[in-house]
């Protein structure tokens, strides 16, 4: 019983310790990507929302066109890296999906936009997964660069 008592404690205190450098990584990581925003926030051509959602309209698509609303399904290309240039979607096929299921940025951004436009954007962590992600690819507290093609899009 005393061995079996001791080796939980010691499988305890190893999980606990493994735990506290998971932590550790991710306080680094997340004080790496808000000083990475601060950087880059005012970029050339950059506008900081009242969210602190960082874009650059390059081209704000055809005037007559379409404007997706929250409720559209939005036909894009787009790539997404994190701060060190590590891409964790790049979708070079147009691809149709819902502007509500996207992250709080893409829900920001697309309104401002007509169809045919090209934005680039610095995604803050709070607009984005901030402390967790459904992708394995994006730690927590990550800001998001993404390139983004809209191409079309349904109200």
């Known amino acids: 019983m005393k061995r079996i008592s ?8 190893l999980l606990l ?26 970029d050339p051509g950059f506008v900081i929302s009242s969210t602190g959602l960082s874009y650059n309209i ?12 929250a409720g559209s399904s939005v036909y894009c ?42 934005v680039k954007l610095y995604i803050p962590a709070k607009l984005a997964y901030d402390t967790t992600s459904t992708n394995a690819l994006i730690p927590p507290h990550s800001v998001l660069v993404f390139d983004i093609n809209l191409i079309d899009s349904y109200n």
Not at 6 to 13: C, M, P, T
Not at 30 to 37: D, S, V
Not at 61 to 66: A, I, K, Q
Not at 88 to 110: C, H, R, V, Y
């Open 6 to 13: 001791i080796g939980l404690f010691l499988s305890f205190l």
């Open 17 to 42: 310790i493994f735990s506290a450098c998971q932590e550790n990584v991710y306080v680094d990581w997340k004080l790496a990507n808000e000083k990475w925003f601060e950087t880059h926030k005012n």
């Open 58 to 69: 390059i081209y704000g698509g055809y005037p007559l066109s379409r404007q997706p609303n």
């Open 77 to 118: 290309t787009y790539k997404g890296s994190l701060i060190d240039g590590s891409v964790f979607d790049n979708q070079s096929t147009a691809t149709w999906f819902g502007l509500s299921t996207t992250i709080k940025g893409w829900q920001e951004i697309m309104p401002k936009l007509h169809n045919g436009a090209h």
